[in-house]
């Protein structure tokens, strides 16, 4: 229930508020340290489906690998998860390291 901003060392990537996207980050991230934020705005009531359902979740992974199709090679640099049961806006900052 939340429309979600996706930020790479401070540049915008993108927004969304719906699940199953694939965002590639390439052309923001740097060698070495990088900071992704999330900036989340809950979505009115009527569009919080699953309010309150901790069975529900927005999960994002960062991964380092030859393309964002492929499993083949990949290395997860973070892995991230907020639920449903939570009914607040947030923002959170963190931090991967790639070495390419």
């Known amino acids: 229930g939340y ?5 790479v060392n401070g540049q915008m990537v993108d927004k969304f508020f719906s699940p199953g996207k694939k965002v ?3 052309r923001f991230v740097k060698s070495g340290e990088n900071q992704i934020a999330f900036d989340a ?3 009115p009531s009527g569009m919080r489906e699953h309010e309150g359902n901790s069975g529900y979740y927005l999960k994002v992974t960062v991964y380092s690998g030859p393309s964002l199709e492929s499993t083949k090679d990949v290395n997860e640099l973070l892995n991230y998860k907020r639920d449903a049961s939570e009914n607040q806006n947030f923002s959170d900052n963190l931090s991967f390291v790639t070495l390419e």
């Open 3 to 7: 429309s979600i901003g996706v930020t």
């Open 24 to 26: 590639d980050i390439t």
């Open 41 to 43: 705005t809950l979505l």
